[in-house]
Each structure stands twice: as C-alpha cells, then as structure tokens.
C-alpha cells in the first residue's frame, strides 16, 4: 500500500509543532533545507524541489516550502530581500506554495526591514504573478500566548478553497469568541497600547540579553545577533553536546532552555545548538539567568576539554 | 500514485461539515450506512465492514465510524441500546474506531436516556474491552455556539496518541482562553443556570414544534418525533423533491430549511428530506413558522399533483 501524497519543504531547524501538526493532514515526504544566516539555502532549495517536482492528480500544489522567514524559530535569522526574491522566484518557476509563519513580524529591534514579509516579494503586479504565498498571522505573540487568534493572507486563487474548507466551516472561523474579543479590544483602543507596550519589553530584553551574550558568551560560541522576533540561537564549540550542557546548566543553575534537535528535522542533528527564548522573564530575570547561564557554560567547557 | 489510507464510515444521512472536517487529514474512502428509525442498520455496517478490512501498516485504526448517536443530526434519532450495543461489538470484532459526536446529548425531552451515550455501552469491565469509542463533546450547544469549546473522552490507550497531537500541543489546548472563561463560568455557577434556561426553552421549543407537525404537517408526509436535541426529519411524498418546496416556501413564506441532499454522502440522495432546526427561534416565531411552512407544502403538494 502506497501512502504519498507530496512533499512538505522545511528549513533544517524549524518550529517543530508546526511540523507535526501539517504531518496530520496527510502523508507528506518532509525534506530538510539548509539555513544560512540569510535565510534558506536557494542552491539548496532549486536542487532538492527541481528532483523531487511531480504533476499532483489530485491537489492543488504537488509541495509546500514552510518556513518563517521573519525571526525565524529557532534561529531567529531574518531572511534578506534577495533570498525573499529567490524563494519567490523558484516557488513560480516550480509551481509549489510557500506558507510564511509571520507571527513575529511586527518585533523588529533594529532598523525595520523594508517588507516585513516574504509575502510582499510575490507582487501583484508582476507579469508572471500567479500567487504562491500565505502569510499566517497571529495575535498570540502581541497580545498574549492564550489567545490563539490569527488570521491568514492569500492569494485571490486560493480563497475559494479556504472558504469550502471543512475545519474552516464547522468551527464558523477561527476562534470566534475570543476574534470578538481581540476585535473589540482593538475598537475600543485598548490592544495598540498593550501591543506597544509589549513590544518595549521585548526589545528592551532582547538588546539586555544580547549584550550580556555579547560580553559574557564564551569566544568558542557563536550566535548571529537577532534583529526581531523571541530567540537567540546559540551554537556550542563541536566537544560541547546541548543535551548535556542543559543537565549541567539545570543542575548547577536551575536554567533551562531549548536543545537544538529538538528543532532539527534529521535525527542527531542540532546536538551543537540551544536556543534562548527573551520573552517570559522580565529583563532583570532574564539578564541575570544569561549571565549565569555563561559562567556555567564556561565551567562546562572546561570540564569538557578536561575529561 | 496511489492514494489511500483507510476507510470512514458514515450515516447515510450525516452532518457533512464534519464529514469535510475530516476529509482534509487523510485520504479517506467515504462508505455510507443505512440508517434506520433506531440508529444504524447493524447487518449493514456488519457487511460493509468484513468486505474493507484491511490491516493498516502505519494507522492504529483501520477505519473509522463516524456517527451521532444521540440525537443524530439531521435526523433527530437516538440509536437504541440494542443498536449500541452492536456497534461496540462489531468495533471490537472488527477493530474499528468509533467517533461519536455527543454534542446534543444533555438535551433530552422525553424520559432521560438510561446511557446518554453510545461509549457507554464500551464497558471496561468487559472481558474484552480494549475501548473502541471515542466521546466528543461540546459546550457550543448548550451555552453559546461561538463558544467552540469543546472536549474528548477517550479509552485510555489513545491518550498518548491525543497527548502527542501536534495540532493539540501547538495550539496548546482547545482554545485556551475561551475554555479559562467556560472553567470560570462553572466556578462562580454561572454556566449552570444559563444551561438550565436554554435546556427548558429547547424542550418548549421542541414539544411545541411537534405538536404543530403532528396536526397540520400534510399526512403524506411523515417524520419521526425527536426524544432529544435540535433537529426534525421530514419526508416528503416521492413526488415532491425538498429543493423544489425550499424555492416555493422561501417565495411564499420567507420560511427556510435545509434540504436532505446536503446531508447526504451519496450524490442524488436525501431529496424527499428536509430538515428543521428548534434551536434558533423562539416558541411563537418557531410555531408560527412551522404552521405556515404547512399550509405552504399543503399547498406545494397540491400544485404538484396538478401539473
């Protein structure tokens, strides 16, 4: 009995629920992309979807690239506007749809890209627009975690299969006690300042957090320094396992975080990486666990080269 | 390329939204049952059944049965004991999965059931238990439909599967802030009143709405009196078709239903049926328009017959 029905494109690390959640709805071939700190690999990408592309008899796209091209999870890489223009490209070229997990994108601490949104590279008025994006939005980074209202942006063709989706229209919509709520929230005024007053927490933690990283991460480590978004992603010199720091980390400091795998689409990968989350303690908190999160991590190197 | 991942079956007449709900997660061969005055036809689902069996390499279940089995929607039957009973005992001798969307259950106007529902008759108790039935509730119907919360009851070996769920772990729950705010209705015993209120205007609204059929519905129709839930059956003479009354009685009356075809899974089906809801109007609207709604088929009936 053969069980296939596409291929689902994923970034190497990537937000691991989202993964299983899609790997509900049908059987799809997951395939692994490599990540530079740019975003996705384009060579990569063409090479792995231009092998794998097939005429699907009974979808709409014979594949799906999933990714989250804004403050990435985990990475927390903002993808640049060429690596944008190439995914788009390639997604026309070798017809598959790209769905952009966009919900951090309105947490930008640095400069603020000039489209926040891989979306707004799949423009309309190109000749060869056809629509290959979804961009899925959510108020639950904005406003709070239990919200679990968010909203999707897609192309004018694939509207009508949204419409007459099943899970769509027996709910009657996503969330729509809790959308009333947020809509009203929004009417009345009361949403903007809670939003802008939790985007200053988070900018405020994530500059505190990377300025302790900056000054107290042991030079064997490396991260590349998040303009936006939740994370920080951290990667150990080769002799350091995450796993074992996390016991380490846990034990001597009672300081948890993310190992790496835990993101990794291929068994025994990501065992050099943990990643750092800026957005449950306040900065005080936050900025005292890195720095002790560093003090143990050197001991631990040191243990390690010791052994 | 083959495409197939098990089997679902369903009531003949069912309510479809779901059937589409769940149409999206897998490719799934749709098989209807019969369906009698008492719930499911027993020797049909038996038959249907035997002949599909397969052993599915990568599924804990083969197949599903989809079914409500207590106040069944569209057609207001509450299936048997006997039926019950022999819908567990085929699960287990055929290793089926049973989903029963108990959504109306409390809403009982006649004697109150001895077992609410079919999981019920799934005894652990019994020699061979091994739990086949899957129990899903709701408090969309009895406190608000916006609601949309709602909850599993499940045999204890499907717990990790559910535990495990991407689709639960990365909402988190069933929609957590609508569910905190259901909890705290029960708390402060807000929520059980509200149900008490609604659960009474249901039942006048029900034992009114049949009292009107019972003495104007023309007697070439027929239906069969709901103990329980939202929902009356109506068919129609086999010269009449449903689709076409909905014009006349729309034209007419400014009165609508929904019309049997669209509960039916096969194509052609279900045209001498309609279905009318209690839920929405109150008493003297709902007795009204069910009066008028009879002097129109009378009048229907008869334009029929003439041409």
Redesign the interface.
């Known amino acids: ?5 596409g291929y689902l494109f994923v970034d190497e690390y990537t937000y691991m ?11 799809l071939t997951i395939v692994p992309l490599k990540l530079n700190d740019d975003g996705v690999d384009l060579n990569d990408l063409e090479v792995k979807v231009k092998e794998r592309r ?1 005429k699907s ?2 979808k709409e796209f014979w594949a799906i690239y999933y990714t989250i091209p804004t403050y990435h999870n985990p990475t927390g890489i903002l993808f640049s506007p060429t690596v944008c223009r190439g995914i788009v490209a390639l997604s026309r070229k070798y017809d598959f749809l790209v769905v952009c997990d966009d919900v951090y994108n309105i947490l930008h601490y640095d400069n603020k890209p000039q489209h926040s949104r891989l979306m707004s590279y799949d423009t309309r008025t190109d000749a060869d627009y056809v629509g290959h994006v979804i961009s899925n939005g959510s108020f639950s980074k904005i406003i ?5 209202v968010g909203w999707l942006e897609v192309p004018p063709r694939l509207k009508p299969q949204l419409r ?4 769509i ?4 919509c996503f ?4 959308a ?2 947020v809509g009203s929230l929004f009417e009345l005024q009361l949403a903007q300042p809670h939003i802008a007053r939790l985007y200053a927490a988070y900018k405020e933690r994530m500059l505190a957090a990377i300025a302790v990283l900056k000054s107290e991460l042991p030079n064997t480590c490396r991260f590349v320094t998040p303009s936006g978004g939740y994370f920080i992603w951290i990667r150990l010199p080769d002799q350091v396992k995450a796993s074992e720091f996390l016991e380490y980390c846990f034990e001597h400091e009672k300081i948890t975080f993310i190992v790496g795998s835990r993101f990794a689409v291929e068994e025994g990968k990501g065992q050099q990486f943990f990643r750092i989350s800026i957005a449950f303690h306040k900065k005080e908190k936050l900025v005292d666990g890195i720095s002790r999160l560093c003090l143990a991590l050197k001991a631990f190197i040191k243990s390690v080269k010791h052994t």
């Open positions: 009995m053969i069980d296939f029905n629920i989202a993964l299983d959640s899609m790997k509900h709805f049908t059987s097939f008899q009974n709070g975690p239990g919200v679990r007459h989706s099943g899970i229209n027996s709910g009657g969330n729509n006690y809790t009333g709520i």
